[in-house]
């Protein structure tokens, strides 16, 4: 069994050997505790107790394979090798491990292999998105940062460190100096806080990681007594573990997440669930508060706890533990849940102590030059060939047309057209008469071309007083202002709103069609046509302007006739109608008469006859001796005799 060393109480005669390792330390990466594997076929193992998808990796007895297999290293290397991909060594792994803001396992208890494999998922998406550190030199590859800092010792000994334990931004070249430092007592030791909240579980201890000063006294030399046994490193001053109910089993994530996604839920474990949030966070911030003067006499502040849990201890008023804080750290290695059992908080406390003895720790190996050099290469040719940078390409060339700033008259003018379009478009004559009396002559005639910054593709004023089918304006535009008719519409160009016009010129070809084709309404075009009867001599009206005909007095007055004529015809028509609907009626109260004659007389004739109390009708007596079917027939008919009759009477009372 290899000799384990406290990361604050190193041999001296170890120390003063130590340099650090410049592959491994001139990094900016994390985590491994133990170096990284020699990748090659002769450490390739294939027995029982080895694991061929995690390179060969071997096992001492059965209990460490089957712990192996659970692993998230191994579910990982399983994953990554279905889809294609080639497996990693634990220290790789681990590295992609520190590319995650919290743990493999932050969010899921040992029994939720679910959300574990889930995790694992998302760390095979994320495998591509690791931050690479920058190498100096140019085409080398980019090698991953490591979480620990390894240091060597000849002939064949190498220590590792956590990187998290010196202070932040160190230099690589510190690194032996800073770790020195560590090795001297300081007067009540070194102490550490570590809090550690997932799924309402929450565990926090305040550790004394390094004995006091005063507890290094050297033994003198002419003493009797046995010396006493040397106190731990590691004591635990101060801890607290409690539960509350904020996560629904099986399902994963807290209630405010939940409540944040999907809106708030009105369940009553919901509202169970609200408040344990509530009082797990007022009991951390309570206890933080108790642990105050020890907190601020502690060296680090080990947190584990995700994005939303972090805001627990940070970032609120009268917080003890500042968001800024250089001496907040994160654990650089997976994590289990705190978890409680039977209502006891054992596991709580079991990980605490694991997460601590891991930090405090220094990893120990045993390789000998040769085989640090052939890791060394066997690790660089793993490492992903650089890309090639694209050649920049130069924006000197291309420039972007500048906006063109308008003076003041061309924003008047333009507002000036946009006044005219509008009031033609709506239809306000008498404000348009004022506006052309004033601005006749900035605006160019009533025959301009309309300009194209306006985006209207119509050419002249008539065209668009046409199209919105106000015939006023048109009639105005026409007689007063004299418009041209005969503009034609730009080629090309068809109206979406022409499609359901009711234009008789539709099928006419874009580059032919005049305002008279863009007229939606019978009435604008009876404008233009009168227009062109009363002064045919102002432009060629049945040519160039595509109006059919001339519409004068005369043929308003013959139409108006024809129309007059129509309705009379109808009238009479309906007269007739009305005519023979009443000598219908009137055959069938008729022949309603005679038939109610008969039974009438048949019922005098069997007066005689026994009679039933109350008597009888005339009508039940017809029916007498008849089917059901008959009868029915015979109600019918009945029925409808008096419908007729009845409606006779009332065309007779409104005559």
């Not at 907190?295 to 968001?323: H, M, P």
């Not at 006419?508 to 227009?531: F, G, K």
Request: with cysteine; charged share 30%.
């Amino acid at each position: 069994m290899s000799q384990r060393y406290h990361v604050f109480s190193l041999p001296l005669d170890l120390f003063d050997t130590l340099t650090p390792r410049n592959l491994v330390t001139n990094q900016t990466a994390r985590h491994d505790p133990s170096p990284p594997p020699v990748v090659t076929k002769e450490q390739t193992s294939t027995s029982a107790r080895s694991c061929n998808v995690c390179l060969g990796t071997a096992f001492a007895d059965v209990d460490d394979q089957r712990s192996h297999f659970r692993s998230d290293w191994h579910r990982y290397n399983v994953k990554i090798r279905l889809k294609g991909g080639d497996p990693v060594s634990e220290l790789v792994f681990a590295q992609l491990v520190e590319g995650l803001e919290d743990s493999l396992s932050g969010s899921a208890s040992e029994d939720e292999s679910a959300d574990e494999s889930d995790t694992v998922d998302t760390l095979v998406t994320r495998v591509k998105r690791n931050v690479l550190s920058d190498i100096a030199e140019e085409g080398t590859p980019k090698v991953p940062a490591s979480a620990i800092i390894w240091f060597h010792s000849p002939p064949a000994t190498q220590i590792g460190i956590y990187r998290m334990l010196f202070p932040l931004e160190t230099p690589s070249a510190a690194y032996l100096s800073e770790l020195r430092e560590m090795q001297m007592p300081i007067e009540g030791g070194r102490k550490w806080a570590m809090f550690m909240v997932a799924g309402g579980h929450f565990a926090g201890a305040i550790v004394r990681v390094s004995r006091a000063a005063e507890e290094e006294a050297p033994v003198p030399a002419n003493a009797r007594k046995k010396p006493p046994k040397p106190k731990s490193e590691t004591i635990v001053m101060k801890h607290k573990t409690f539960h509350r109910y904020t996560t629904r089993r099986k399902q994963g994530g807290s209630q405010s997440t939940n409540d944040n996604s999907k809106g708030a839920a009105i369940s009553a474990g919901a509202m169970l669930r609200r408040y344990g949030e509530q009082a797990l966070r007022d009991d951390i911030r309570g206890l933080l508060q108790d642990w105050a003067e020890d907190i601020s006499e502690c060296e680090r502040i080990w947190i584990r706890a995700s994005v939303s849990n972090r805001r627990i201890f940070l970032d609120y008023e009268g917080c003890v533990i500042n968001k800024g804080d250089d001496r907040l750290r994160t654990f650089p290695f997976p994590t289990r849940r705190p978890v409680s059992l039977f209502g006891l908080h054992v596991l709580t406390q079991s990980e605490l102590s694991r997460c601590l003895l891991e930090l405090t720790q220094v990893k120990i190996s045993h390789l000998t030059e040769e085989d640090l050099h052939v890791q060394d290469e066997a690790f660089l040719a793993s490492l992903p060939k650089p890309k090639p940078q694209p050649t920049p390409v130069s924006t000197t060339d291309i420039t972007k047309p500048k906006p063109q700033r308008l003076t003041k008259e061309e924003e008047i003018y333009r507002e000036k057209w946009s006044r005219l379009l509008d009031m033609i478009t709506k239809g306000r004559l008498d404000p348009l008469k004022s506006f052309w009396e004033r601005e006749a002559e900035s605006i160019g005639g009533v025959n301009v071309a309309i300009p194209e910054w306006t985006g209207d593709r119509r050419v002249s004023l008539l065209q668009v007083a046409a199209q919105s089918g106000h015939e006023e304006i048109v009639r105005w535009l026409l007689y007063d202002l004299r418009a041209d008719p005969t503009i034609p519409v730009l080629a090309g160009w068809i109206k979406a709103e022409d499609a359901g016009g009711e234009s008789d010129m539709s099928d006419v070809p874009s580059s032919r069609r005049t305002a008279y084709d863009l007229a939606r309404s019978r009435a604008v075009r009876d404008v233009l046509r009168r227009c062109a009867a009363d002064h045919p001599d102002w432009w060629d009206w049945f040519g160039a302007a595509r109006v059919p005909s001339g519409l004068s007095k005369e043929k308003e007055e013959e139409r108006e006739d024809k129309r007059k004529q129509r309705r009379k015809g109808l009238k009479e028509r309906m007269r007739e109608r009305e005519a023979h609907e009443m000598l219908r009626s009137t055959a069938a109260e008729e022949a309603s008469g005679v038939m109610t004659s008969e039974p009438s007389k048949t019922q005098t004739e069997s007066r005689s006859g026994p009679q039933r109390l109350g008597g009888s009708s005339g009508a039940a007596d017809g029916v007498v001796g008849l089917t059901a079917e008959m009868k029915a027939k015979v109600e019918r008919e009945r029925r409808a005799r008096a419908a007729e009759t009845r409606l006779t009477l009332l065309s007779g009372q409104r005559r």
